[in-house]
């Protein structure tokens, strides 16, 4: 899909989604926030649940990601030239 000429905020994804599409954006963060308490209480930075990863900072979980992808920037393979 072509990229729009005029960036949508987050904010704006948000409220499409809670607003046009009817997603319960509380719902979604309220069963993400359980599913973090345990670790956040503990000192975790980091919930591992249903393959995906919860990153957490000063208590906050900060992002949701994949289970096992690699790292951005890191290829797989020989290193250095041909």
Known sequence: MKKPRHPVTDHAVLRYL?????VDIEAIRCRIGHLADRGIGM?????VSGGFV?????GVVVT???Q???AQ???KGR???A
């Open 43 to 47: 000192g975790a930075c980091g919930v």
């Open 64 to 66: 949701v990601l994949r």
């Open 18 to 22: 809670e607003r046009v599409e009817g």
């Open 73 to 75: 920037g890191k290829r």
């Open 79 to 81: 290193r250095g030239g």
């Open 54 to 58: 919860f990153r957490i900072a000063d």
């Open 68 to 70: 096992n992808l690699p």
